[in-house]
C-alpha cells in the first residue's frame, strides 16, 4: 500500500505495514517521525514515515516528438524548394478531387508531388498517379490523422527531382489533423457545400489553424440548398486569417483562383 | 480519438521523470490545455485512464489546467481574452482577430510523486 496517497498500490521498499491510517493523517504535510507507532485494535503496529511528495515542475510539450519531426521536414521543403500544404477535411469534402484536377493543370505548370493519408487503401493514390506526379500513399491503420513523421516517410519514398509542390492529403477528420504539424508552409482547410454551413462555428481549432480555407462543390450548392453566403461568412468570422477561395472542382470554377493562390506561394528557384 | 497517444506522451514523460526521482508511486499529474489545443478534456481523462492501467500512475490523479485564448488585434495592438465561442472580436475596435497569441498548449506541467 503506497502510503501517500492510500492509493492501493504496492510500495516496493522493505518495511511492512501492519495497519492503514487514515488517508488524511497519512497525508499530513507535517514532518512525522521515522517511525511511529499506533495502536491498532490493541495490537502495537509499525507504521513506516510518509515520504515526503515530491513535485517536479515541467513544461514539455506533449506534441514535442512530432514537432520535432515537423520541424525536420519544414527544414527539407525549404532547402529543396518546396512550398508544401497540408490539405485537411471532414471525410468525403473532395480533397482527392481537387488535387487531380490541380495536377491535371496547375501540374503541368510547375512540377507536384502528393503525399496522401488515409485508414487503409491506396484508392487515393490510384486516383492521383500519372506519370508526371510522384505519389505515395500512407496507410494509417487507425490514426485519424497524419503525423510529421508518416510524412517524412512518404516524402522519402518519392523522387523530388524538379518538384515544386508538395501536396499533404491529410485523413479525412476536422479535428485530429488539428494538433498535428506536419512541416507545412500552408494549411488548407476544405468546406464543402455537401456539409453544415456552420461547420466553422463547430471546428474552431482547425479554421482557426487554416492559412487557406476553400468551399468546395460550389456546383451543387443550389440545388443542394446549401447557402453559400451563410457559410462564407461564418468562415470569415471564424478563420479571419485565412485566405477564402469557393472553388468546384467539377465545373472548374474557382480554379483559378487557387491556381493563383499557389503561384504566389511558389519558393523562389 | 488522438487523445490516447497524447496521453501515451505524457505518461512516458512521467514514467522518465518518476526513474530519475526514484519515485515508485505518482499521486498527481497536471497537464496545462488550451482551449484551442483541439483535444477534448473528457477523452483526455478517459485515455489517462486506460493508459495509466498497470503503470506508478495508475489512479493517480489528473488536473486539467485549461488554458484560455489570448487573442491579438493587429489594428489596437492590443491582447484579448479570446471568449468560450469560435468567433473574436476585438473589445476595442469591434475587428475580427485571427492571430492567437495562446490557447493552443499542450503541456505536461506538474507531476507529484513519491
Ligand atoms: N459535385 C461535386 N462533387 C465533388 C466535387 N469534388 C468532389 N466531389 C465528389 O465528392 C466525393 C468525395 O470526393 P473525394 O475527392 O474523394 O473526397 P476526399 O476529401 O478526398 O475524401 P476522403 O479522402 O475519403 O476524405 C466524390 O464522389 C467526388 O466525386 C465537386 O467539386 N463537385
Ligand atoms: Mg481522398
Ligand atoms: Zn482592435
Known sequence: MCVDCGCGKSVPFGVKVL???APGLLRSSAPAPASAAAVDAGVMTVVPAPLT?????????LLAKNDDAAGRN?????Q???LALNLVSSPGAGKTTLLSRTVDEFGREHRCAVVVGDLETDNDARRLHRPHVPVAQITTGSACHLDADMVARGVGALDLTGVRVMFIENVGNLVCPASFDLGEAVRVVLLSATEGEDKPLKYPPIFKSAHVVLLTKIDV????GFDCRAAIEN????APQATLIPLSSRSGEGMAVWYDYLRQRLLPR | MHEVGIMESALALVQRHADERGASCVHRVVLRVGALSGVDPDSLRFAFEVVARGTRAEG??????????LVYCSSCRCEFAGDRGAIFTCPQCGDLCGEI????ELELSRIEMS
Not at chain 1, 519544414?74 to 525549404?78: E, G, I, L, P, T
Not at chain 2, 490523479?61 to 488554458?67: G, N, S
Request: proline letters at 5%; hydrophobic letters at 50%.
Open chain 1, 74 to 78: 519544414r527544414a527539407q521543403f525549404v
Open chain 2, 101 to 104: 497569441r495562446s490557447g493552443r
Open chain 2, 60 to 69: 493517480a490523479t489528473l488536473v486539467l489546467d485549461l488554458v484560455p485564448t
Open chain 1, 235 to 238: 468562415i470569415r468570422r471564424v
Open chain 1, 221 to 224: 450548392a443550389e440545388v443542394l
Open chain 1, 53 to 61: 511528495p515530491l513535485t517536479v515542475q515541467v513544461h514539455t510539450s
Open chain 1, 80 to 82: 529543396r524548394g518546396m
Open chain 1, 19 to 21: 495497519s492503514v491510517l
